[in-house]
């Protein structure tokens, strides 16, 4: 055992890193950054932006091998590597936000702020390999307890607070219900970690009864409660958008983009390799028999679309709408998960991509104007197209993409995840998939007709000026966004490539 | 036969002062109570040959935690006649929901073949094959249990200090 830790240890380096920056980040901000005259926290944060860069700059020599590390508690293989560097760009792109963000500048401690973001990472950096009942929940509870931290961390505003207590009492529940059901799940198999499970689910020793089809399921639906709730699924959503309008708006971003991506990282794994039965032809997964999970992905995936897209008809908050529209969006990339096929796995990765350029860019142009106009309402946008052009289109840009109209990336994400669905006879689930694409035209039409259409509510139309850095990060973010939309062959060949999961 | 006795002892001794913690009235009450239902549970843990959890258990639960309480709620302002808003609302989608929980919960554990992984052998104390576990299969998922309390207590100091005066 001795021998099998230290051979690990190497190919560990990038999660070693990253939680040397959370620790070692304390210890600065304790000792320097306390003593600055002015408490931006800058020190710790470009401490911790170091270490996220060193941290992404060893993950090439992670050998992407499929193999475990730690006995069975820790899986490295091409899928995971995708997600870490999704995790850890985004990471990247919060931290210098966030560096920005004048939200922010007005707390004390502003320095810790920055080390809970490298913890929250180590977390989602655990979350992708996870293959172990026990590091799952582990991985999954770093996050949590991060992320409550930091959605409170505005504490001077009322609704951030309100923010970090329901989104306590959410997480505490849900992992209370996932525990309960991994202890099932241990009780049937006696097995910890997802391979045994497998083995023994597919061996039939530990199952012979039909009763135990019945626990198995319950089981089965108590583990997605968490991971449901990590990715903001409905019906266990209720936390989000709360915490979504009242987290700092970098926080927000982060939740809904690194902390989504880490939980259908592993719920994908969990899935795919618990109830694994044979690969047929190539890329197409079959699960064992009675396990029909992917039909209760099927059903979770067409409520959480549709109702994330009808709720946020009614939004007049921008924070509030786009948090709905991320509850939608989840739903879209559950679809990809439904059709268990090597093309629906790459179809998500994808879309985890595009969606990194088009929502970071649409919360960005969020926070500036709220910078600079101290609101999110949606009437405060009226006549922005004049006031701040720039601005304005990279929003426009952002907002076309993530509904999916071409020739934008989001088009492209979406096209790939419905062809992916189609191409597994889904049909019927496309369909819903394209209804509510236009179902969401509809509120970020909304947006586009209050920034161009009409004149602003108190008729002042002086110009709104943005710094340089706000102007130049809104077309580093529009770039992409029309880039991936005609030209996607390097971005797809690269998806295709990481679709492996270890599997023993 | 003995064995079988203590086991409704303490199952006892777990679940009648959780009904107190549930349904008293006074914080102060359900604080004390729920000290004994602690105190059960790490009586069934020895029962289950579980020695270190159980003396963990009570060093940690009854030790720390539960003093905490007591003294949270002793130095909170007009704890102990404040009245806790456990009113009767919605009664009847509490009594469904709550029912059908129950009713699967009963089925999973009377219905279920588990796996049963031998008899317990005759062990002289659990702690060194545990510590020795720990770091040795379980050593991960032990450093990063030490990184999530590192997580949680600065979380905690910093969510209970005073806000900084907002900078005009």
Redesign the interface.
Known sequence: MIEIIFNSIPSFWPEITMSLTFVVSMIVEFSIGRKEKSSTGMTTGLFVLAGFIITILQLPFQNPEPRLLFGTMYSVDPFAMFFKYLILATGIVIIVFSMQSAELRKQRAIGEFYSFIAAMTFGMMLMTGASHLLMIYLAIEVVSISSFILSGFSKSLHRSSEASLKYVLFGGAASGVMLYGMSLLYGLTGALDIFQIQAGLASGVFVPQEADFAVLMISIIMILVGFGYKISAVPFHFWTPDVYEGAPITVTAYLAVASKAAGFAIMIRFFYVTFFDSMVDIGKWVSLPHFEWNIVLAVLAVITMTLGNVVAVWQDNLKRMLAYSSIAHAGYILMGAVVMTDLGISAMLMYFVIYFFMNLGAFYVVMAVADRIGSEHIDDYRGLGKRAPIVSVGLSVFLVSLTGLPPLAGFIGKWMLFSAVVEANFIWLAIIGVINSAISLYYYARVFRNMYLREPLNGDTSPITFSPLVIVTTILFIVPNIIFGLYFGPLVSYAQHSVRIFLP | MELTILFYVFAALTIIPAFVVVFSRSLIYAAFSLLFTFLGVAGLYVLLSADFIAVAQIMVYIGGIMILLVFGVMLTKQATDVEISTGIMKTLPALIVVGFALG?LI??LT?????Q?GTIPQIEGTALELGELLM??????FE??G??L???V??AA??A?K??E??S
Do not use: Y
């Open positions: 699967t089925m999973v219905g279920a073949s588990w796996t992984i040795t299969t379980f050593v991960l998922p990063v249990a990184i999530l590192l997580v949680a600065m979380g910093l969510i200090r806000p900084k907002v900078q």
